[in-house]
């Protein structure tokens, strides 16, 4: 199975949002099938086949969560950092800001799902492949 190093190998790679794809192939033919990734402090669950799953530690200091989630300020920041004029952590303060409390990652459907800190999602995006 995979390991967190050879996910923070292919994640190195990524500049900005806009090598957001890229990434999620590398990592799939990894062996990843979905991953969650907490805007507190970045950290991330990824899993795989049989049950299979691993953590990574946290990338930062823990970021102050709006509790309120602001779809239409959020979609802003996603835009911006998807055409690459903002790096991750960058685009991580942004999520806190408007309320974004994680996101989640499916390998199988190819969907990024945003989710407040009520659980309640914010959007659900399809990703190139």
């Not at 979609?75 to 991750?88: A, C, F, N, P, R």
Request: hydrophobic share 35%; charged share 25%.
């Amino acid at each position: 199975m995979f390991t967190v190093e050879e996910i923070k190998k292919a994640h190195s790679k990524v500049k900005n949002g806009a090598d957001f794809p890229l990434y999620i192939q590398e990592i799939k033919q990894l062996g990843v099938t979905a991953f969650e990734t907490w805007v507190i402090d970045s950290h991330t669950e990824y899993f795989g086949k049989d049950d299979y799953q691993t953590k990574s530690a946290p990338m930062y200091e823990n970021l102050v969560i709006h509790e309120n989630s602001d779809k239409d300020k959020f979609t802003h920041y996603l835009q911006i950092h998807q055409s690459g004029k903002t790096d991750y952590y960058t685009f991580c303060r942004d999520c806190a800001a408007s309320g974004i409390e994680k996101w989640f990652v499916s390998l199988i459907e190819m969907t990024c799902t945003y989710y407040d800190k009520a659980g309640n999602k914010v959007l659900v995006e399809q990703i190139p492949e």
